[in-house]
């Protein structure tokens, strides 16, 4: 199997716990990597042929601006779903960082891999 990747997708959205949180948008950047076979693209030259990187990205934007998740957590988990249900996504791992949640630190969030990664992926 191969690896489309999608880095340093920034989405902005309502995320958080405190008061505060739930009045402002906050910046959360994703990064995922999915198991593909991209031998049938590569020979066809079609996008069809494979997973649209730019549909997927539309899909999760719009998703993500739209919600209202209290924690990055649930967030993460909800956006795997979307991509492996509505993109035939048999593995994915992605990332959610809250860059700047914790004052000190650059980066904070969440790594998740859901489904059956292929073994030499």
Known sequence: MDIIFLRG???ETV?????WERE?????????EMATDIHKAAQSDNI??????KA??????SFV???KFLLVEALTEKIAQ???DEFSVSWIRLTVNKKGAI??????????????KPHNA
């Open 82 to 84: 979307i991509v492996r």
């Open 15 to 19: 995320i958080g716990i405190y008061d």
């Open 103 to 116: 004052r000190g630190a650059s980066d904070v969030g969440i790594i998740i891999e859901r489904g059956e």
């Open 9 to 11: 997708l920034q989405i």
């Open 65 to 67: 601006e739209e919600s």
């Open 56 to 61: 997927v990205s539309k899909r999760i934007i």
């Open 24 to 32: 402002i948008r906050q910046t959360v950047i994703l990064d995922m």
């Open 48 to 53: 069809e042929d494979t997973i649209d990187y």
